[in-house]
């Protein structure tokens, strides 16, 4: 694997020509604020910053609507601005894994969608105001499966459908290419899903009349891994492909395991798969708007995705679904007088739109992934997630890839340093905490997943809050950070480590 040296003069252009699997390499220097602060002003995506409203430590303790917000100045009825330059400093925003920052995109489409409304009411389903930024309310859901096409690796916008949350998806989608048999029933997961994922693939499994004991086989890490209880390697999935390559028919994994952030050779583990007879299908939650993502040419079979996170539609916002063009044809058959399609659980929204207010009885699908659709989609779920994906539209996911790699690998390199001071003794005698995200830059997005000593949690969390640093836990002894590239700075990342760097040693 090459290396990619990081240095304050030339990070630009190596950050237009970061490749894959080149490790990024510090100076003795970088541990310093001034280096973080160079880097910044030097990244050509900071711009992207300014697209998003970050909340600031005075608002982080707001209790009751006032009709304010971050970055918008206020001032009392004497004129005095409320609050002060320390309260009014933003957050350090590492939560993009959990819920990405508001795009401030997002009210001026909300409010396009509300004056819509308001002003030509049932209309607005065929007719757009021509200076909106959205189009009709029938056409959204096209539109942004349009805006997503790059972000996920669509050949075209076809095979993408906006509908539902990540959950109904992956059950409607499941409904369509889990069919299982008598010798074909088991459904190849990793050993540690997330529980949404668990609870719809056992349902089915169930649904089905098959036992989730036998059918459900979780794919362990492998004995030879230097982190074996944490770490999947390539090779372990593979061999659980071998082991049922004979009963399996369907492999659903993550393609970012959300509690270590390990990212999965998606296109090795779909072709070997699919050469063994066994359909493939990717939750796409944690890497869909976080990594490059190759979707059709991969040859992947379905997957769905959450929009909530590093897409930043907000909370619970409507998802989105890929369903390969192979498997989205619809054919008139003569003889039966019927449209020939792949089964699915079908609704009045999935009926193409040319007869779809026919109101006929005859079910016509859309071509494409657009035919798995049930019902009418929210035009307030699909204004927001219009709005978010408009900010993608001003750079492309490789540029963001390159800048995640560099900022996450900052992040490592700095708590390494904290780990080497505690090795070299000064500091505490064994260290407080251990990076349980791959090291390889290839097998990771914008996370890192920090393991603490037992009982550190509640202490490190408290300092982490009180110093303005938003993180996610996740019970017993692990944090979660995630400097994303849209958003998050270098100097959030050496601020971070400063505050945690006290709380463990405190």
């Known amino acids: 694997m090459g290396e990619l040296q990081v240095d304050k003069t030339e990070f ?36 992207l910053r300014d697209q998003f409203i970050i909340p600031t430590r005075r608002f982080i303790k707001k209790k009751a609507l006032d009709g304010t917000i971050p970055g918008v100045t206020t001032t009392t009825t ?36 509300l004056e819509t409304w308001a002003s030509i009411g049932v209309n607005g389903h065929f007719n757009a105001l021509s200076n909106s930024p959205l189009t009709s309310w029938q056409d959204l859901a096209a539109d942004c499966a349009l805006k997503s096409t790059n972000l996920v690796g669509a050949a075209s916008p076809s095979e993408i459908v906006i509908m539902n949350s990540l959950t109904t998806n992956l059950h409607l989608l499941m409904a369509s290419f889990y069919r299982p048999t008598a010798t074909r029933h088991k459904i190849l997961l990793e050993w540690r899903p997330f529980p949404s994922d668990w609870y719809a693939i056992q349902s089915q499994i169930s649904w089905h009349g098959f036992d989730p004991e036998t059918s ?48 999965f050779d998606m296109r090795r583990i779909t072709a070997y798969a699919q050469a063994r007879g066994i359909v493939v299908g990717w939750d796409l939650a944690h890497a869909a708007g976080n990594v490059e993502l190759a979707l059709h040419d991969w040859n992947v079979d ?57 109101m006929d ?30 900010v993608f539209n001003m750079t492309d996911m490789a540029a963001l890839r390159a800048k995640s790699v560099v900022i996450t690998a900052y992040a490592e390199f700095l708590l390494d340093e904290l780990l080497a001071a505690a090795a070299a003794g000064e500091t505490e005698e064994k260290p407080a905490f251990s990076i349980i995200t791959p090291r390889n830059p290839a097998e990771r997005g914008a996370q890192l997943s920090i393991l603490l000593w ?39 990342v050496w601020r971070f480590v400063e505050v945690f760097r006290g709380a463990i040693s405190a």
């Open 12 to 47: 630009t252009t190596k950050l237009k020509t970061l490749l894959a699997g080149e490790t990024p390499v510090f100076p003795s220097e970088a541990t310093t604020l001034e280096y973080a602060q160079t880097l910044d002003a030097q990244d050509e995506l900071r711009h």
């Open 216 to 263: 459900m086989v979780e794919i362990q890490p492998s004995s030879s891994s230097s982190s074996p209880n944490l770490y999947l390697p390539t090779s372990a999935i593979l061999a659980a492909i071998d082991a049922h390559a004979d009963s399996a028919a369907l492999l659903l994994l993550p393609g970012i395991q959300y509690y270590t952030g390990q990212l």
């Open 454 to 492: 037992a009982g550190l949690l509640e202490r490190v969390s408290k300092a982490l809050a009180e110093e303005g640093i938003m993180f996610d836990a996740r019970k017993p002894d692990v944090i979660r950070i995630a400097p994303v590239p849209m958003y998050c700075t270098f100097e959030d």
């Open 78 to 113: 004497n004129g005095t601005v409320n609050g002060n330059a320390d309260d009014d400093t933003p957050v350090v925003y590492f939560v993009g894994n959990s819920l990405g920052a508001q795009p401030k995109a997002v009210r001026r489409h909300l409010e396009a969608h």
């Open 361 to 390: 009885k005859t079910f016509q699908p859309t071509p494409g992934a657009a035919g798995f659709q049930l019902s009418n989609p929210s035009a307030v779920d699909l204004a927001s997630l219009s709005a978010a994906l408009s």
């Open 302 to 358: 379905f997957a769905v995705w959450c929009t909530y996170k590093y897409i930043n539609a907000g909370p619970g916002a409507i998802a989105g679904a890929f369903i390969h063009s192979r498997h989205g044809g619809v054919e008139f058959d003569h003889a039966t007088n019927r449209h020939v399609f792949r089964p699915r659980l079908s609704g009045w929204y999935g009926n193409d739109k040319s007869v779809r207010f026919n």
